[in-house]
């Protein structure tokens, strides 16, 4: 597992990352990074098909996806990369963020 910065995920996307945001839906919803397929920390295990290497694991502040990093990790993933400072830091530096609205169904 890798610790990135938000200038370093454009070249984790360029080498086919897939941005998997691990925040519930509700947070998700609020604003997230372009791109990203939101699969909450619980379920990570239940998207075996989103689950490919690379990738760019992110939630609020870097916390869950930390968690959610190790474990794809001991799952056998060898490219896992955490976003430091998650979707706030992101967000604090002004780069781009999706909205999507929250329903009954679910987000992945």
Known sequence: MQDIFPNEV???Q???AKIIDVREP???AQ???PGAV???LGDLNLI???IA????VVCASGGRSARAAALLEEAGHPEIAN????TYGWMQERRPVEFSEVDGDDQH
């Open 83 to 86: 976003l430091l400072g998650g």
């Open 31 to 33: 604003g997230h990074l």
């Open 48 to 50: 075996p098909e989103l």
């Open 53 to 56: 290497s690379p990738i760019v």
């Open 26 to 28: 509700e947070e998700f």
């Open 38 to 40: 939101n699969v909450p």
């Open 10 to 12: 454009s070249q984790w």
């Open 14 to 16: 360029k080498r086919g």
